[in-house]
């Protein structure tokens, strides 16, 4: 049986019914391959994709300066969508085009089932690029996941241990996270989840690049497909002219709605049954060929 799930026909979509206008793109396990970087052949398909005047939005669980390193080696000045789709903001301008705040009622919430697990917060936050990219309240914290992480980011964070006392303390927050092993954070994931059944936005995943597990916390309206359809909008693009492609949690809701949806080859299964098709894996250059299929289509 196949893993994907079908078209409207009952059969799997090995190609776009139409054509692709706009291809999303996840950045980890897909753009990149499995040493982290971005690979000759994906980059030459994606110049070859921009010349064809597709549009390419990366969308991204990473913070906006990890994200526009990426999109400056792509040679991209369109807006991204970041913090798996809580913030829209543009690499070339540093403007924010939407952001997803949590209200401070939700923060407060948030934060508390964070403290009940005994768990350092982490809050994103929208700044400039001479300011710190995240808030936390100290370091060492006395949680070895969480501090591997703030090691990992020295320099690119702002440690206070008074900011939660600050009047303004429980506004604009879009992306609280905490760090740790899968078990911690799929506890904290079912607590807030129970408190509040479809009132978040929740993700449990771990990034290539650090050793713990992360626990997201978004508003309930926040996810890459919401943040896409944004900048979608803006183009006069339909979700039906949009190929999604990704790997993780984050990127189901626009792989589920996207007019190709596409999984790559190394994805979980709850990840491929969303998509319409399954690309090879990263490391088989899986996004060059889908950029390939989507060309053929398009040229006849």
Same mark, same amino acid.
């Given at each position: ?116 697990? /005994? ?73 807030? /989840? ?38 979608? /909008? ?11 492609v990704g790997d993780d949690a984050n990127d189901v809701p626009m ?46």
């Amino acid at each position: 049986m196949s893993l994907c799930r079908m078209g409207e026909d009952g059969q799997p979509k090995p190609f776009p019914d139409r054509p692709v206008r706009l291809l999303a793109l996840d950045v980890d396990g897909t753009i990149l391959g499995p040493s982290g970087e971005l690979d000759d052949l994906v980059l030459a398909s994606l110049h070859q994709a921009l010349e064809s005047d597709i549009k390419i939005v990366l969308c991204t669980g990473r913070r906006f300066r990890r994200a526009s390193a990426i999109a400056a080696k792509i040679g991209l000045n369109s807006p991204m969508v970041c913090n798996s789709g809580a913030l829209v903001k543009c690499p070339s301008s540093n403007a924010t085009f939407w952001r997803a705040d949590h209200t401070s009622v939700d923060a407060q919430k948030i934060m508390q089932t964070f403290d009940r697990h /005994e768990r350092p917060i982490l809050s994103f936050q929208d700044r400039s690029p001479d300011e710190p990219d995240f808030i936390t309240s100290k370091y060492p914290s006395g949680c070895g996941l969480f501090d591997d992480y703030l090691k990992e980011n020295q320099g690119l964070g702002e440690i206070d241990p008074a900011w939660r006392d600050r009047e303004s303390s429980l506004e604009g927050h879009f992306h609280l996270c905490a760090a740790g092993t899968r078990e911690q954070m799929q506890q904290i994931h079912d607590d807030l /989840e129970m408190q509040s059944p479809g009132g978040y936005q929740l993700f449990v995943q771990k990034s290539p690049h650090y050793v713990a597990w992360m626990c997201e916390v978004l508003r309930r309206d926040a996810n890459k497909w919401t943040a896409l359809t944004t900048i979608a /909008e803006g183009w006069g693009i339909s979700g039906s002219e949009i190929c999604a492609v990704g790997d993780d949690a984050n990127d189901v809701p626009m792989i589920a709605q996207a007019g190709w949806g596409v999984a790559m080859g190394h994805s979980a299964d709850f990840v491929k049954q969303n998509a319409h098709w399954i690309a090879p894996d990263n490391a088989g250059h899986g996004v060059a060929e889908v950029v390939r299929i989507i060309m053929e289509r398009q040229n006849g």
